[in-house]
């Protein structure tokens, strides 16, 4: 994990503490944070999406970010799917990345309607 993300987790498990005496509902959401910290920890895999078939220096770079990210290796398991429009999804565990064309639209019309 990085140092960013860990940071993150380590005030996530600050808070809990100190709310812990106030909040019969914290022991739950301790425990179920554990759970998707863990489960994301040991993830090997990264189910990519994309548009177009991605060049091998698109995946090893994308591969390097993600090792940095998670401070591991992570092998990916790339799906073309073209009704994306455009862009990727990166899905490792229960973290995603959608940077997909389809997906900004979605959120534009969202963000119109409201």
């Given at each position: 994990m990085n140092k960013d993300a860990r940071g993150f987790v380590n005030g996530i498990v600050d808070y809990l503490r100190r709310d812990s005496a106030t909040s019969g509902d914290v022991p739950k959401v301790r425990e179920l944070f554990r759970k998707v910290t863990t489960d994301a920890l040991h993830e090997k895999y990264a189910q990519v999406e994309t548009s177009i078939a991605l060049t091998e220096e698109e995946k090893k770079s994308l591969e390097g970010w993600l090792a940095r990210l998670a401070g591991r290796h992570i092998q990916l398991v790339i799906r073309m799917n073209a009704k994306l429009l455009g862009g990727f999804r990166v899905t490792v565990g229960d973290w995603v990345v959608d940077t997909?064309?389809?997906?900004?639209?979605?959120?534009?019309?969202?963000?119109l309607l409201i």
């Open positions: 997909t064309l389809k997906y900004q639209l979605a959120k534009m019309t969202e963000s």
